[in-house]
């Protein structure tokens, strides 16, 4: 039960800090859609209720079993706020992931 609150504490403290990137309107709890963990990884989807922008958030949770965690925390999280994607940027992704042969090793080395 202790894990289920904390949870909810991490996403009420989420949608206090996130706004949507593309209009700025507050998101509320019953937009956030748990989409999978692993090894203390979680990944939702945030949509937005005025223009329907989904956005993916993932985050650490804290396990026992996990070994070691990454340094970082809700103080030194930095959100970024680089404005609109354009026109051309998705252009230029949908061109990058049609020709993504699934190689990442080849893609971080470059």
Excluded: R
Excluded at 9 to 20: N, S
Excluded at 41 to 61: A, E, R, T
Excluded at 91 to 105: A, L, R
């Amino acid at each position: 039960m202790e894990k289920n609150n904390n949870l909810l504490q991490i996403l009420k403290t989420l949608t206090e800090m996130m706004h949507c990137p593309h209009c700025g309107e507050a998101y509320t709890l019953d937009q956030v859609q748990y989409i999978s963990q692993i090894e203390g990884y979680c990944l939702l989807q945030v949509s937005c209720k005025s223009c329907h922008i989904p956005i993916w958030v993932n985050f650490f949770v804290e396990n026992s079993q996990v070994k070691q965690k990454p340094e970082l925390n809700i103080k030194n999280l930095e959100i970024l706020d680089e404005g609109p994607i354009t026109v051309d940027e998705m252009i230029t992704f949908h061109q990058e992931i049609n020709s993504f042969d699934g190689n990442f090793k080849k893609v971080f080395n470059s």
